[in-house]
């Protein structure tokens, strides 16, 4: 209502900007207002094909979306390097752009038809699992697309897949190259490493208080302590009101009623039936073959018997004309009236007619669902009638929670008062924190938002829950501030012991390694017969030793938890091993990807690509 007039109340050059915005869109599309800022000269360009700002700037918003993406949408996006974002999507672009020229070149072709097809099954577009242009045009507008950008953007995608593809289905490996990679793979090799450990290296670094005071002098803004708001804020919960709603006994009687009520609409009825279809059929006839079965019933015929000569129903005449148990809607309100007033195994006393034709009816059976008692259902029905009460009082309590939120938008007290509720404040909150009510983002958003910490208003009323909003305001804000050192000095320290200790211990290996080069003993571990996916020794240690030309050979290499390992290869033994199946489909796809990568590689590397 009032928050209607606060989100409408903007001024009059808002309003006119407002409209030659869309009036453009609505003439030249987007790329008009894009050119606007950006000018016509395309930024770079591949074979003489140019790459517009446009999709320069659609691209770096696409990428700023998946970076907010992976971290949950709350990232400050004061973070992002638009330089560095903008070269990325540069390159990205003269890639693409590289290899749908190539695609064009090899004449490959997908056909508007079977893109129409894509489009149209594709469950982003569809609503209740058919294609919704409504919802195609939404979803494309929130990516910044238009039909005809995507379409080209969608073929584009799928042809270069398609020259993908022919790559990988063309790799192929002989049979000697194959027994070889088998062999190799096969193979297995003795190893002795010894270890230096970068946590005794650690025991052996002094940080001084002067390297601290220097490090902080040098690196301040990794020690800036964010912005931080101290919030109050009222919640209006449904599960509150359920909780404070008393429902009378007479509240319950009438709704035990309304459901026996309902139950009796329920009745299924089990019918068998004889059909004289009306269609194609004379009046003559259709009365001659009417007559014919009331004849045969009454002169005592079995009703099975007469449905099968005569029913027109081929669906039920074979099994006695029974058309199993339905409900008056699916029977038809003709054939419902008539058998609604009948027992089991009684024939209707006269034919009904239908649209259809003419119905000889039996009533096999009925059956009509059971209710549990009053008693056994009375705390289903107090809960499902306080369900009901509550939201109605809800959505009244939510829009004067609102008004009052928005016409005293320096207090909350109003809100409080509508809520039943007490004002709640937290303890300071840093910006992109997840504490506490900042866990739901539209709070974190709103806690930071000019309205709150520069204007000193209320928020907007913020649904964080199904049945749950909240109102909220600054009670204090600071800006963001230096830690002093004396705060950060432990990490300081932390930070510098494990720098100069990575150092340290890489010192230490090289010393170990040219000791052992040398005829030093070292302390070795030994594993035998190590294979390619054995966990016997670290991965770091049995990448390497598999890397090592022959027996003797050593090397130093870096293991996943800082520690470093002197790796010296002792034996090495064939072993003949069939060439599998699932060995030659990973070598192959492999080789296939390799094979296209370097064709990727000479199609960059022998287009004219300019960039300014």
Known sequence: MLQGIRDGSK????????????????????????????????????????????????????????????????????????????????????????????????????????????????????????????????????????????????????????????????????????????????????????????????????????????????????????????????????????????????????????????LSSKTEYRVAQILVASAGKTPEALNKQKDAVAAALAAGEDFAAVAAKFSDDDSSKHAGGDLGFANAEILGNEVAAAVSAMSAGEVAKAPVESRDGIHFVKLLDKRTPKLASLEELRGSIVEAIKSERADQLFAEKLDEFKDRAFTSPNSLEGAAEVAGAKIQQTDFIERNSSAGITQYPAVADAAFSDAVVADHENSDVLEIADGKVLVLRAVEFKEAEQKPLQEVEANIRTALTLQNAKVLVQQKADALLNAVKGGAAAQWKTVAKLTRSSDAAPAAVRNEVFKLPAAGSLEKVQLQNGDYAVVRLDAVAKVDTPVTDSLKTKVVSGKAYGEYQEYRSWQIANAEIKKK
């Open 11 to 262: 001024s009059v050059f808002a309003k006119v900007l407002v409209g030659l915005i869309i009036f453009t869109f609505a003439f030249w599309g987007i790329e008009t207002i894009v050119s606007l800022k950006f000018g016509s000269d395309a930024p770079a360009s591949v074979n003489g094909e140019d790459i517009s700002e446009f999709e320069i700037a659609q691209m770096v918003e696409l990428q700023k979306r998946n970076l907010k993406a992976q971290f949950g949408g709350k990232i400050d996006e004061s973070i992002f390097d638009e330089k560095m974002l903008r070269n990325a999507a540069v390159e990205r672009l003269v890639e693409e752009k590289t290899m749908s020229l190539a695609v064009k070149d090899a004449g490959l072709y997908y056909s508007t038809s079977a893109l129409d097809g894509l489009i149209l099954n594709t469950p982003d577009f569809q609503e209740d699992g058919k294609f919704n242009a409504e919802r195609f045009d939404l979803v494309l507008r929130s990516v910044g697309f238009t039909r005809n950008t995507y379409r080209a953007m969608l073929r584009n995608n799928i042809l270069i897949n398609q020259n993908r593809a022919a790559w990988q289905a063309s790799a192929f490996e002989t049979p000697l190259e194959m027994s070889r990679i088998a062999a190799l793979d096969a193979e297995q090799r003795d190893v002795s490493y010894a270890t230096v450990s970068l946590e005794e290296a650690k025991k052996e670094v002094v940080v001084s208080q002067a390297d601290i005071a220097a490090y902080f002098d040098a690196n301040k803004t990794q020690f800036m302590r964010p912005e931080r708001v101290k919030l109050a804020y009222v919640e209006l919960d449904k599960a509150n009101l359920v909780a404070d709603l008393k429902i009378e006994d007479a509240d319950v009687s009438e709704r035990y009623d309304a459901m026996v009520k309902d």
